[in-house]
């Protein structure tokens, strides 16, 4: 048995949900576009959630968003 106690690890590469927010709290940025469609962070993804804000506004990450 283990003597430490276990605050709910999380698996490694989840994010905590502390660190999570949406874009109603604030500006909605190209990289909270890229994180909420699952993709990896690189410059073809960023110009590609630019484009997608550019067009489609917060509502680009609401699409996104269960």
């Known amino acids: ?3 430490q106690p276990n605050s709910n690890p ?3 590469g989840v994010t905590p949900d502390a660190l999570l927010h949406v874009g109603s709290e604030g500006t909605v940025t190209a990289e909270d576009v890229v994180l909420a469609s ?3 962070l690189t410059p073809d993804t960023l110009a590609w959630a630019e484009r997608k804000l550019a067009k489609e506004g917060k509502a ?3 699409k ?3």
């Open 1 to 3: 048995m283990n003597a």
């Open 10 to 12: 999380q698996p490694e």
């Open 38 to 40: 699952g993709r990896d």
């Open 60 to 62: 680009a990450l609401d």
């Open 64 to 66: 996104l968003l269960p």
